[in-house]
């Protein structure tokens, strides 16, 4: 089964996905089964590494606090939007970071870049530098110290 099906999970979720965007209907479902099919053996060529959390309880932690985050970060941007006020100080921030894992900091990336006025721009493996870009670096907490506290530390204990 595994040999036909080597990503169940991925499958399901293609599959899943492409009811919801298209009607359903059965020639839906049967194609959406097909690209899942593929999908699931394009990943398996791939060869992605197996992602071994040490600690997976912390991740609906990790969760909360991103979509917290996001809310509030949401809520800012467009304040700052609709005042008209436009961004105080807009900048770029370098961040030392701590993680190694390579599934840790794609996690790391998709959390900075779905915050509003924020963006992942460059990480530097070998010095393990993060440049992170900010709508507004002005008031409120050091962008540095919210990403190393809130999401690396976490990361951390999840995955190291």
């Given at each position: 089964?595994?040999?036909h099906?080597p990503?169940?999970?991925?499958?399901?979720?293609?599959?899943?996905?492409?009811?919801?965007?298209?009607?359903?209907?059965l020639?839906h479902?049967?194609?959406?089964?097909?690209?899942?099919?593929?999908?699931?053996?394009a990943?398996s060529?791939?060869?992605?590494p197996?992602?071994?959390?040490?600690?997976w309880?912390?991740?609906?932690?990790?969760?909360?606090?991103?979509?917290y985050d996001?809310?509030?970060?949401?809520?800012?941007?467009?304040r700052q939007?609709?005042s008209?006020?436009?961004?105080?100080?807009?900048?770029f921030?370098?961040?030392r970071?701590?993680?190694?894992?390579?599934?840790?900091?794609?996690?790391l990336?998709t959390?900075?870049?779905?915050?509003?006025?924020s963006a992942?721009v460059?990480?530097?493996?070998?010095?393990?530098?993060?440049l992170?870009?900010?709508?507004?670096?002005?008031?409120?907490?050091?962008?540095?110290?919210?990403v190393r506290?809130?999401?690396?530390?976490?990361?951390?204990?999840?995955?190291?």
């Amino acid at each position: 089964m595994m040999r036909h099906l080597p990503h169940p999970i991925l499958t399901a979720a293609v599959i899943g996905m492409w009811i919801l965007l298209n009607q359903p209907s059965l020639g839906h479902l049967l194609l959406g089964g097909l690209v899942g099919i593929i999908a699931g053996k394009a990943m398996s060529a791939l060869r992605p590494p197996k992602v071994r959390p040490r600690k997976w309880w912390l991740m609906p932690v990790l969760a909360g606090r991103v979509l917290y985050d996001v809310a509030e970060s949401n809520v800012v941007v467009a304040r700052q939007i609709l005042s008209g006020a436009g961004p105080r100080a807009p900048g770029f921030v370098e961040i030392r970071l701590r993680l190694r894992d390579p599934f840790a900091l794609a996690i790391l990336a998709t959390i900075v870049t779905s915050m509003p006025g924020s963006a992942w721009v460059k990480y530097d493996r070998a010095s393990s530098r993060l440049l992170l870009h900010a709508l507004d670096l002005g008031e409120g907490p050091d962008l540095a110290v919210v990403v190393r506290e809130r999401y690396e530390s976490l990361l951390l204990e999840i995955f190291q």
